[in-house]
């Protein structure tokens, strides 16, 4: 860090301002910047105001399958392959600026967001290591998480079949297949 420069830690701080802001974890801010343990630490609680939380990250693909997360992480996606693929972002910019789509997506549609910053970061390394694809729903036409190497020939979105275990959220399908129409509006 002693040849380091100036201008090059000032984008360190302010992209790990930024990504504590949105909710990243400590192990998130490690591995996307070039700043110091002790610099992140005080970098995350001058702008949470408490010390960062602790625990593993996200280790398994299976969380992304469940129907409701998985909704919101192809929603995601869709904006992430957006900017990858069209605009010519890569890397972290990619994914945050996915993220503020997301977030901005979900607030107006008066949903809860699902995801968090740190577990879009984790979908998109998924990803990278080939341990996720995106299926194409053959009865709505839009692209949804799934395991790779999973067939998906015939493959059904769970807005197109919602699970019965749903309960009360049954009664979101309108939100939720606007989220589908929007993903795949994107992904187009």
Not at 52 to 81: A, E
Not at 118 to 126: C, D, E, G, S
Request: glycine share 6%; charged share 20%; hydrophobic share 45%.
């Amino acid at each position: 860090m002693k040849n380091k420069s100036v201008i090059a830690e000032a984008d360190d701080v302010r992209r790990a301002v930024e990504m504590v802001q949105l909710g990243a974890r400590m192990q998130m801010l490690e591995v996307e910047t070039r700043l110091s343990r002790e610099k992140l630490l005080k970098i995350y609680k001058e702008v949470r105001g408490v010390s960062p939380p602790k625990g593993m990250l996200p280790f398994s693909t299976d969380w992304f399958m469940t129907w409701q997360p998985n909704v919101h992480w192809s929603l995601f996606m869709g904006f992430h392959r957006f900017f990858t693929g069209r605009a010519g972002v890569q890397g972290l910019e990619a994914t945050l600026k996915a993220y503020h789509l997301y977030l901005d997506h979900i607030e107006s549609m008066v949903v809860e967001p699902v995801l968090s910053l740190t577990r879009a970061w984790t979908l998109v390394r998924f990803f990278d290591a080939d341990m996720l694809q995106l299926a194409a729903c053959t009865s709505c036409g839009g692209h949804f998480v799934a395991h790779a190497h999973d067939p998906v020939q015939g493959y059904v979105c769970g807005l197109c079949n919602m699970p019965s275990r749903a309960g009360s959220s049954r009664k979101k399908v309108a939100a939720g297949r606007a989220v589908a129409r929007t993903r795949q509006t994107a992904s187009v």
